[in-house]
Each structure stands twice: as C-alpha cells, then as structure tokens.
C-alpha cells in the first residue's frame, strides 16, 4: 500500500488519541499479510503548550508488527516492537507537566477503588512479545530548579506468554552514572490476578548493587515479601551524586545491608541479620507504618562495639 493513500490518516488518528500533534517525517512502511506491521522513521510528538516548541518524544525509527492469525483468535502475539534512538522529554512547572498525554477538558478519572487492581480475571487475554526492545534511548527530567538525564538506554523484554516468566534487562547512564538492571517476574497474569508470584530484582553500578529474591504476595495491592541484599561501596560518591554535601573525613566510606523485607504500599517491615558500616557491624530490624493520620517507624539496632570517633567532626589542635 503506498505511503501516500494513509499517512495523513495515520497522523490524524495517532494526534487523536494522543491528544497530542503525531508527525511522521520520513519513510513509512504498512503491510497486513502475513503480519500487521508498521515501520516509521523520523517520528515525533508534540509537547504541550507552554513547555517550548521542541518535541515531548521523537525516535529515529519505530517497528512495530503484530501476528495476524492469532489476532484473530484473540490472542495478541508482538513479533516486534523497537524503537531506535528515542528521545524523551519531561518537563515539571509547579501542578503542571508535559506528559499527561489527556485534553485539557478531560474529566478527572474516578479514584481507584480501594481493593486494588490485583483481581481474578484482569488480563481475559492471551498475549505473548517477539523481539521488544528500546535501543540507545534518552530521557531528560527538568522541574526548573534542577534536571536529570538518562541516556544509553536499552530495554530488552521478553514474554512467551501471560503464564510464564516476564523477562526485563537493561542499562543506561544516570547523569553520567551506569547502571544495569535484570527483572523477572514468575507469570505476569498470577500478578495481576492477584495471585502469588515469584520476583527476582538485580540491579548493579558503581554506586549501589542490590538484589531481591522474594515474591508479591496473594493480595489485591502490591504486598510483597523475600531476601535482600545491598552493597554501597562508597556513601561520599552516592551522597555526591544525590546532590548532598558531606564534611571532610575518611568515615562513612562503605555500607552494606542483607535480610528480610515484607510490606505494602501502607506498610514495612525490614528485619536485617547484617549491617555493616565501615567498621561497625551488627543486626536491626525496622517497621514502617503510614496508614494512619500521623505515620509511625519503631525498630531496634544491636551493635557489639561502636567506636564514633571516626565519625566526630574535625576539631582545631589547640581545642581541649
């Protein structure tokens, strides 16, 4: 089908239902046998009035393709979705942002219902992802008083099916920081019927390492529970990253942490077996209560010995 007699009409019903003005610039690609697949390059979305003219996303070329047959049984089976160099900007001014992709005159969305969107029958479908990815993707973040960006970015997702794993690995550059992380859900339709299941968190970089060995529990909200482990090799070059400034002095260099963590959105419960700063070492536990008017932390920390001078401040020589 020549590009000439739909992208017009593509335009038109991309901005529609994005409420945002789509424009395809470059080449553009439909066929429908034997799979559904559009291909894009030079592809962007508007931004919002009043955050700047340049674009709020646009990627140098987007593939998406879609299996014909089982669509028509109802199963959705994505052979492919990439993006290539997208480039993604949000923009925060006071209550206002750049990426609520609604018209101005939408009504407010109903409130969430307090049972949670984890419930029996929440994905009435089949599914399953081909080759999903983002490859050297960049975001930048920006309130007025600060910015962030992240650039490098790659995602690659795959999903045989809604019964099985979920496999999700990346990594990108966090103002300038690289990190890497790897997610593994058990089955994505047991999490979002409620369902117990299995979850696998790695996350690494020269900053922090941490890794979470547990489960979402059975449970209408996001409750979960099962094994850590944290590692921050040097607590002056987070602190430097986060934007905060330490005194001078050789202590608080490395911390790590392992042990137990269960909660919900409304509450915590951390129990540690090993804690190490520096040369301190010892076991704690910690719990985190918010649902209530003014929320509540109760805990315990065992230390066998605690030498704080290395953590005393400098003081002049002549100081008594």
């Given at each position: 089908i020549?590009?000439?007699?739909?992208?017009?009409?593509?335009?038109?019903?991309?901005?529609?239902?994005?409420?945002?003005?789509?424009?395809?610039?470059?080449?553009?690609?439909?066929?429908?046998?034997?799979?559904?697949?559009?291909?894009?390059?030079?592809?962007?979305?508007?931004?919002?009035?009043?955050?700047?003219?340049?674009?709020?996303?646009?990627?140098?070329?987007?593939?998406?393709?879609?299996?014909l047959?089982?669509?028509?049984?109802?199963r959705?089976?994505?052979?492919?979705?990439?993006?290539?160099d997208?480039?993604?900007?949000?923009?925060?001014?006071?209550?206002?942002?750049?990426?609520?992709?609604?018209?101005?005159?939408?009504?407010?969305?109903?409130?969430?219902?307090?049972?949670?969107?984890?419930?029996?029958?929440?994905?009435?479908?089949?599914?399953?992802f081909?080759?999903?990815?983002?490859?050297?993707?960049?975001?930048?973040?920006?309130?007025?008083?600060?910015?962030?960006?992240i650039?490098?970015?790659?995602?690659?997702?795959?999903?045989?099916?809604?019964?099985?794993?979920?496999?999700?690995?990346g990594?990108?550059?966090?103002?300038?920081?690289?990190?890497?992380?790897?997610?593994?859900?058990?089955?994505?339709?047991?999490?979002?019927?409620?369902?117990?299941?299995?979850?696998?968190?790695?996350?690494?970089?020269?900053?922090?390492?941490?890794?979470?060995?547990?489960h979402?529990r059975?449970?209408?909200?996001?409750?979960?529970?099962?094994?850590?482990?944290?590692?921050?090799?040097?607590?002056?070059?987070?602190?430097?990253?986060a934007?905060?400034?330490?005194?001078?002095?050789?202590?608080?260099?490395?911390?790590?942490?392992s042990?137990?963590?269960a909660?919900?959105?409304?509450?915590?419960?951390?129990?540690?077996?090993?804690?190490?700063?520096?040369?301190?070492?010892g076991?704690?536990?910690?719990?985190i209560?918010?649902d209530?008017?003014?929320?509540?932390?109760?805990?315990?920390?065992?230390?066998?010995?605690?030498?704080?001078?290395?953590?005393?401040?400098?003081?002049?020589?002549?100081?008594?």
């Open positions: 020549p590009a000439s007699v739909y992208r017009e009409r593509v335009q038109l019903a991309a901005s529609e239902a994005l409420h945002r003005d789509i424009t395809l610039d470059g080449e553009l690609h439909l066929s429908l046998l034997p799979r559904i697949e559009v291909r894009a390059s030079t592809v962007s979305i508007a931004n919002a009035e009043g955050f700047g003219d340049a674009p709020l996303a646009e990627m140098g070329e987007m593939r998406v393709a879609v299996k047959q089982p669509l028509l049984q109802r959705i089976e994505i052979a492919e979705f990439v993006l290539i997208p480039t993604i900007r949000l923009q925060q001014r006071g209550t206002r942002n750049n990426w609520t992709l609604t018209e101005a005159t939408a009504p407010a969305p109903a409130p969430a219902s307090s049972d949670g969107f984890r419930r029996p029958g929440a994905l009435p479908l089949e599914a399953s081909g080759d999903v990815r983002i490859e050297n993707g960049y975001i930048s973040y920006s309130d007025g008083s600060e910015s962030h960006d650039s490098g970015l790659n995602l690659v997702t795959s999903m045989p099916s809604l019964d099985g794993p979920i496999q999700l690995d990594s990108l550059n966090a103002d300038g920081e690289r990190i890497v992380f790897s997610t593994r859900i058990a089955s994505l339709r047991d999490f979002f019927e409620g369902r117990q299941t299995g979850l696998l968190v790695d996350l690494g970089g020269n900053l922090v390492t941490a890794h979470f060995d547990g979402f059975e449970s209408s909200d996001l409750s979960m529970e099962g094994g850590f482990s944290t590692t921050v090799p040097s607590i002056r070059n987070l602190a430097a990253f934007g905060v400034d330490m005194p001078a002095g050789d202590s608080l260099r490395r911390f790590s942490a042990g137990q963590i909660g919900d959105p409304q509450h915590i419960a951390l129990t540690a077996d090993a804690i190490r700063l520096d040369d301190v070492s076991s704690g536990n910690v719990a209560n918010l209530a008017a003014r929320p509540a932390l109760s805990g315990a920390l065992t230390l066998a010995t605690v030498d704080v001078t290395p953590f005393l401040p400098e003081t002049p020589a002549e100081t008594p």
